[in-house]
């Protein structure tokens, strides 16, 4: 099966870059192993994005997105691309179920949860450790909460798992957030948030689910416990990058170089949004991200296939 783009990933940013490239009349592909909006898929609220002044639930924004690049004729599978193959001018993606040939390539696979990697951790996922509030809060209603990190993400599911936690605790091991200040005051002004700085969680304990953590101190070293129900972890993200190692440049961190064009350093193959390294890692800069790939591609194919 032959297409003019192949795109990688459902999120904002593949879902745009479908958009634009159907817009421009190239036959698009776009592969999607999980469910369609990414990460967004699972908050409930967005409050950044342009032309929502009051937010916008997350699962309607990210079925405008998926409906207006379909409108454009863009074609979605759910299978999971393994590998890239180049071939001449052309690339091959392969699935575990098909083979799919393109003139060019985005890859917009994003990122994926960082763990903590204590003990208890792996153990309890799916009995008290979660990494997504939306999925797992509504079970731990009237119950006592851990939030583990100090990102945006952490505090807005923070503040979320207010809704159904009796009492939410923010464990932190800096003495000040890096979310932005507006989400951070609120959290301040929440009486069912308390904040444990300065600390770090060492292990998450219990018998068939979770009943507590123990917290080290990261100057006295001191350790306590705590006893909760559930454990939600929200430190930072490892780009899914694999697809592209040993055909992309790739930095220390897993993150793909690419130039203002999104495009790697082989000619055709682009990657976008959480993926690339970048300063801010948005919905609006991963839709951006994706409309500038799919015109440089457009390009590329008019320079390259005629």
Do not use: W
């Not at 904002?12 to 967004?40: C, F, H, M, W």
């Amino acid at each position: 099966m032959e297409y003019d783009l192949i795109v990688i990933g459902a999120g904002p940013g593949g879902l745009t870059a479908a958009l634009y490239a159907g817009r421009s009349n190239l036959k698009t592909l776009v592969l999607e192993k999980d469910i369609i909006g990414g990460q967004i898929a699972l908050t409930e609220i967005v409050e950044d994005y342009p032309g929502f002044p009051e937010g916008i639930k997350a699962q309607d924004l990210i079925k405008n997105f998926h409906e207006h690049a379909k409108k454009f004729g863009a074609e979605i599978i759910f299978e999971e691309a393994k590998e890239i193959i180049i071939s001449g001018n052309y690339k091959i993606v392969k699935t575990p179920y098909n083979e799919y040939k393109s003139k060019a390539v985005i890859v917009a696979t994003g990122a994926r949860h960082k763990n903590l990697n204590v003990k208890g951790e792996k153990e309890f996922l799916g009995r008290g450790v979660s990494y997504c509030a939306i999925c797992d809060g509504p079970f731990f209603k009237d119950k006592e909460i851990v939030v583990v990190g100090g990102g945006d993400t952490a505090v807005l599911e923070a503040n979320y798992l207010t809704k159904f936690g009796k009492k939410i605790y923010i464990v932190h091991r800096r003495n000040k957030f890096r979310a932005a200040g507006k989400y951070v005051e609120r959290i301040y002004k929440n009486p069912k948030i308390e904040l444990l700085l300065e600390k770090v969680v060492k292990e998450i304990y219990g018998k068939n689910k979770v009943e507590g953590v123990i917290l080290e101190d990261v100057k006295t070293k001191e350790i306590k416990n705590l006893e909760c129900s559930a454990v939600f972890i929200f430190i930072g993200f490892i780009p899914n990058s694999e697809i592209l190692r040993g055909i992309a440049e790739i930095d220390e961190n897993g993150y793909v170089i690419v130039d203002e064009k999104m495009e790697t350093n082989v000619k055709g193959i682009y990657a976008i949004g959480d993926l690339r390294k970048k300063t801010l890692k948005q919905i609006v800069t991963s839709a951006a991200d994706g409309a500038i790939a799919a015109m440089a591609a457009y390009e590329y194919i008019e320079e390259n296939f005629k």
